[in-house]
């Protein structure tokens, strides 16, 4: 596990140099904060990394739940059972497997590894707008139907799962890069993607902090970029 650190942040990399998956931990100033519970089997370097903080974790957020981002949850919630789970309304139904559609929503098919045996059940579900934390949490649909994402208001870092990957060149969820194609192969509708990412380009973040890939510090312009060229298709 390679443990890097940004302001409040501290991204935690699992298998850095073959699949990285990311979760990540915000340090609040008497708790921590888990966003994303990683593959199956992380949870040990989770648990070492909330121990070296010495804050109790209160809280273990959802980006979306595609199995390397829900893996270790049942565990997590097993060593930390204060800690309050959230995730979105909607994906908290992929959470226990339901991968059927709703009448308005695009009819694409959903995509991914969605997890079959999760056996933890949401405090809280969330729809975007709530304050949790230092945290703002930000509705951005489009690698799965919930896909949320979390701004930390007292630096601008926004966490955004799998709205964009940073490993291989940056990409907004759907737009293929060929030397880590996997987030786009997974993803549910590229057009709500894209509105996505817009929404969180118009949040002019200081570092952008996603599912696969390094913190990138001030994203501004390649955030446009990135959204400019998923337009194009």
Aim: net charge positive; aromatic share 8%; charged share 20%.
């Amino acid at each position: 596990m390679r443990v890097t650190q940004y302001q409040t942040v501290w991204q935690l990399t699992f298998y850095p140099a073959l699949f990285p998956v990311n979760c990540y931990l915000v340090e609040e100033e008497n708790e921590v904060t888990l966003i994303d519970a990683a593959l199956p089997g992380s949870y040990k370097g989770i648990i070492q990394a909330v121990n070296q903080l010495g804050k109790p974790l209160q809280r273990i957020l959802l980006t979306h739940a595609h199995g390397d981002h829900v893996g270790s949850l049942d565990a997590l919630t097993q060593a930390f059972p204060h800690a309050k789970v959230m995730i979105s309304e909607r994906d908290s139904f992929l959470l226990q497997g339901d991968t059927s559609l709703r009448h308005d929503e695009p009819q694409t098919p959903i995509k991914g590894g969605i997890p079959k045996h999760v056996q933890t059940k949401p405090h809280q579900l969330l729809r975007g707008g709530e304050t949790i934390g230092s945290l703002l949490a930000i509705s951005t649909p489009g690698h799965t139907p919930g896909s949320m994402s979390f701004l930390d208001t007292r630096n601008g870092t926004v966490i955004a799962g799998d709205a964009f990957q940073l490993r291989g060149g940056i990409a907004v969820s759907g737009q293929i890069k060929w030397s880590f194609p996997f987030p786009a192969f997974a993803t549910w509708n590229k057009e709500e993607a894209i509105k996505s990412a817009q929404l969180l380009a118009d949040k002019a973040p200081s570092c952008l902090a996603v599912g696969h890939g390094h913190f990138l510090r001030s994203p501004a312009e390649r955030m446009k970029q990135a959204i400019q060229k998923a337009k194009k298709g």
